[in-house]
């Protein structure tokens, strides 16, 4: 027994020559979705940023998760073929994007973005956290159009045939298992953690900068980790270290760097919050 796989267009429409692809509008989506939580993020004064300010970083972000997710599924997961042609490397429209990567480049693009602003880093890295999960869950949804990295075969009931597949047989859907972990269950964790810590800041005045960004790292690698498992493994690599994918050794790194930045955290003296948030039954997104 399968769900017949909804064969949707991965071309949302044209305009002219130009064909507008569901993928970009997802990615759209979760720029636009994440922005606007951080802007409400900003008016509940998490942030010391402005909304202006949050539309800069945004371009930050942009250029940063594009740069590092290329680079790091160039360089990890198929450096032979672009070795072979260097030029690939700029056809980005083919594929071939890492989340690690992007989560690394969007890190570096927060350091700079913080470095001129002369804001905590930590404090711009934990509104990412918050925010960049709508995105998650958007880009997953986008896999899942453009039928791309599927799961393994197995013979669950909700199995999909996805015409991309060579083999033709029924697979786990594992972008929407992603989408729906990574997307809803770790961007509402991260929601309901926030808001204990705006509840603790209006007694306090004061916040601990990283605790969110720790909570992404850890609640992430161990989703993805788990999630993995159904998913399949990319054709050039395999499995890469006994029963484990490259992005399960990547989801490991960042579990130990989310632990490493918990302890950081800790030890470092709180931040004051100069417009401490009102207690509030409500979730602060």
Not at 55 to 82: E, F, H, K, N
Not at 203 to 211: A, C, L, N, P, S
Not at 226 to 233: C, L, N, S
Request: aromatic content about 12%; glycine content about 10%; charged content about 15%.
């Amino acid at each position: 027994m399968i769900i017949p796989y909804p064969r949707i267009s991965p071309i949302a429409f044209r305009i002219g020559p130009l064909a507008v692809r569901w993928y970009g509008i997802m990615y759209l989506l979760g720029y636009a979705v994440g922005s606007a939580m951080a802007k409400r993020r900003s008016r509940r004064g998490l942030w010391t940023l402005d909304g202006s300010a949050i539309d800069s970083l945004v371009g930050y972000l942009v250029a940063g998760m594009l740069l590092g997710a290329r680079l790091t599924y160039v360089l990890v997961y198929d450096w032979p073929t672009y070795r072979a042609d260097p030029m690939r490397v700029f056809a980005v429209w083919q594929g071939g994007l890492s989340f690690h990567g992007a989560a690394m480049g969007m890190a570096v693009a927060c350091a700079i973005f913080a470095w001129r602003r002369k804001v905590p880093w930590l404090m711009v890295t934990d509104g990412l956290a918050v925010c960049a999960t709508p995105g998650l869950l958007f880009g997953r949804l986008g896999n899942f159009i453009n039928a791309e990295l599927y799961g393994r075969p197995t013979s669950v009931p909700w199995a999909m045939v996805f015409p991309s597949d060579p083999l033709g047989v029924p697979r786990h859907p594992s972008q929407l298992y992603q989408a729906f972990t990574e997307g809803v269950v770790l961007g509402f964790a991260l929601v309901w953690l926030q808001s204990r810590i705006a509840r603790r800041a209006a007694v306090t005045g004061t916040i601990h900068d990283g605790y969110l960004s720790a909570a992404f790292l850890i609640g992430y690698g161990v989703l993805r980790f788990v999630v993995e498992f159904t998913r399949q493994p990319d054709s050039q690599l395999g499995l890469v270290l006994g029963p484990f994918s490259m992005g399960q050794v990547l989801c490991l790194l960042m579990i130990a760097a989310g632990g490493v930045l918990l302890a950081v955290s800790r030890a470092r003296d709180p931040r004051v919050v100069h417009a401490p948030l009102a207690p509030s039954s409500r979730l602060p997104i």
